[in-house]
């Protein structure tokens, strides 16, 4: 039985490099798409934020010599190029699967809103938002926030390389422990860098829960749709 109906699943582009460490590696991404249809399966309405940091992070751009607008917008279109990618190898296996963007670019995908997410949803495509908000100054993990509430969205699932929220980073302190829930207020409090302030306070102000768990372990997206105990859940009450 799933627990949840509609998902928003924020992916890192980072995590779509696998061992390469930049680029886009098949085989994680292959791996990434059979989960995803799993899911698809079991008739979970599905969107899905990528990040584009495996390719040009906007911030970086700016430490590079780029203007900080040029740079942001340079990183957007690269999450355009990884949503272009996993909409292939949804396909490929068998998903329907439709990527819409933040800003006008048809053909290569449909013009976002969020009436349109959800109707493909209702009819079941698996639906990748690209492009992040379509601005400068805002995160993909923000554009997940925002696209999550927009949609109807029950939860938004970070799928990363680590298992969890811990106390520090676990990759670089043996002493950290992970959390099986915290609170957003505790996140920002202990300034924990699960998300950025922004895409915090829209999911705390909005009553949306976020589940970070590892996305690089086949079935676990499985299991976190099905309310198994894994991951951290980070909660909170709208004001």
């Known amino acids: ?22 680029g886009i590696d098949g085989a994680r991404l292959h791996e990434y798409a059979a989960q995803i249809g799993e899911i698809a399966g079991m008739g979970v309405e599905t969107g899905i934020v990528v990040g584009g940091g495996n390719i040009f992070r906007g911030l970086s751009g700016v430490a590079g010599g780029f203007d ?7 990183g957007m279109l690269a999450t355009v190029i990884n949503s272009l990618a ?54 993909t993990d923000t554009a997940a926030c925002l696209r999550a509430v927009e949609t109807g969205a029950e939860v938004i ?25 915290i609170s957003f207020d505790e996140v920002y409090a202990r300034g924990l860098k699960v ?25 676990n997206l499985k299991k976190v749709v099905c309310g198994e105990n894994i991951g951290t859940i980070v909660h909170g009450e709208p004001r």
């Open 195 to 219: 998300m950025d302030l922004t895409a915090i306070t829209l999911c705390r102000d909005n009553g949306l829960p976020l589940i970070v768990f590892d996305m690089d372990t086949p079935g």
């Open 1 to 22: 039985m799933n627990r949840y109906r509609r998902i928003l699943l924020k992916l890192s582009g980072e995590s779509l490099a696998g061992s390469r460490h930049q």
């Open 157 to 181: 699932l970070k799928g990363t390389r680590v298992d969890g929220v811990y106390t520090a980073d676990p990759e670089k302190d043996a002493t950290a422990t992970r959390f099986g829930a």
């Open 68 to 74: 900080r607008v040029g740079g942001d917008q340079m």
């Open 86 to 139: 996993l909409d292939s190898a949804l396909r490929a296996a068998g998903v329907k699967s439709t990527v819409l963007t933040a800003t006008r670019m048809e053909p290569v995908g449909e013009y976002y809103s969020a009436r349109r997410a959800v109707e493909l949803m209702e009819r079941g495509h698996t639906v990748i938002i690209a492009g992040g908000t379509g601005n400068p100054f805002f995160t």
